[in-house]
Every structure is written in C-alpha cells, then in structure tokens.
T-cell receptor, first 111, second 110 residues
Framework: QKEVEQDPGPLSVPEGAIVSLNCTYS??????FMWYRQYSRKGPELLMY????GNKEDGRFTAQVDKSSKYISLFIRDSQPSDSATYLC???????????FGKGTLLTVNP | SQTIHQWPATLVQPVGSPLSLECTVE??????LYWYRQAAGRGLQLLFY??????ISSEVPQNLSASRPQDRQFILSSKKLLLSDSGFYLC?????????FGSGTRLTVV
C-alpha cells in the first residue's frame, strides 16, 4: 500500500462550482498535512497546512483532516478559472524533515 | 523575505554528458534543502536532502549526486546523464513543516 494515495483526475468543473480534492494515507505517524498548488511548468506553492484533525479555512479554501480515517480533503468554494492547476497533498511525520506527496489532481475550471 | 533561485529553467543535454544544477536561498540561515524530481505520472520524488553544510542524505539510488558547499547553496550533479534522468527538477528549502519550492529546471536528455 502506498503511503499517500490521490486520485489523479483530471477533474473538470464549471466556474463557481465547489471542488473537493482528497487524499488517503496509511501511516498514522504523519502529523502535518499540506496542500500545494502547481501551475503548469512552475514549482508547487504551499496553499495550506494543518497539524491536527479538523478544518482550517483560508478565503475560498478549506482544508479538512480526519486522522481516524486517515483522510484529508481540500475544498474550493466559488471556483475560478485561475484555480486551474494541479493540486498535490503532502504529509510529514513529526520529527522527519521529509514530505510524502500524492501524485496530484489536475483541476480545470471552465469559464 | 526568503527567496529561492534555481537555474537554468530549461536544459537539453545529450546522453553521457555531465550535469550541474544550482540552487541558492536568500533571506534565511541554516535551512534544510531538498532536491526533488517530478516525472509525468509519478509525482514528486525526493532525491536528496541536507540539514547542513556537507551533510547529504540520498533517498533513491541513482545516477545523481548532491553537494552543499555553502549554507544556502545546493548543487545537483551527474557525471554521465541517462535518458531516464529526464524530468522536472525542483529545489526546495524549509525551516518549518512546509517546503518552499524554486521554479524548477526542465531537463531533457536526448
């Protein structure tokens, strides 16, 4: 079983839709949960990170972590064409410097 | 503010040629530094990380090596490139949980 699983999509939605992106992980030692956005031919940029179970909101973005199910989600409200990108989840253990990434989900928001 | 510089942006190299990619970080001291490779359909693969000058940890046996001659400089090298070395190479740094990435180098080995 891979450490982090992410549906690669692609996912295509109309402008204004609510988008749900998800990852599952296998190692209960993971403590930090992150979402990155990557535009084509660019480096990933950190959108949000959370340390514990629950929700964290930042504008139109909400990150959700359920440690009991080993499941993390990113919700995008009122999606915009500028949100079109690949979204990668990433997870890290407590004392480990390394991040384990999902393969990314390609999202297209159509105007 | 912290910035990360990575160059070149694109590179086309023949099989068997050497490689040197450089990454520098500004605005922070003693960062953890990382080299990743991103190949189509395979996600981000950690190649090397460094917690200090001269300290390199390798994650994947391969044709590549890394060095950290200065606190904020990280170099990825190869003596002889293989076709399978093609990909998008990303340098990153961290002082907290998240990593900050550079703009990447797209390497094509022909």
């Amino acid at each position: 079983q891979k450490e982090v699983e992410q549906d690669p999509g692609p996912l295509s939605v109309p402008e204004g839709a609510i988008v749900s992106l998800n990852c599952t992980y296998s190692n209960s030692a993971f403590q930090y949960f992150m979402w990155y956005r990557q535009y084509s031919r660019k480096g990933p940029e950190l959108l949000m990170y959370t340390y514990s179970s629950g929700n964290k909101e930042d504008g139109r973005f909400t990150a959700q972590v359920d440690k009991s199910s080993k499941y993390i989600s990113l919700f995008i409200r009122d999606s915009q064409p500028s949100d079109s990108a690949t979204y990668l989840c990433a997870i890290r253990g407590g004392s480990n410097y390394k991040l384990t990434f999902g393969k990314g989900t390609l999202l297209t928001v159509n105007p | 503010s912290q910035t990360i510089h990575q160059w070149p942006a694109t590179l086309v190299q023949p099989v068997g040629s050497p490689l040197s990619l450089e990454c520098t970080v500004e605005g922070t001291s003693n960062p953890n530094l990382y080299w990743y490779r991103q190949a189509a359909g395979r996600g981000l693969q950690l190649l090397f990380y460094s917690v200090g000058i001269g300290q390199i940890s390798s994650e994947v046996p391969q044709n590549l090596s890394a060095s950290r001659p200065q606190d904020r400089q990280f170099i990825l090298s190869s003596k002889k490139l293989l076709l399978s070395d093609s990909g998008f190479y990303l340098c990153a740094w961290s002082v907290g949980p998240g990593h900050t990435f550079g703009s990447g180098t797209r390497l094509t080995v022909v």
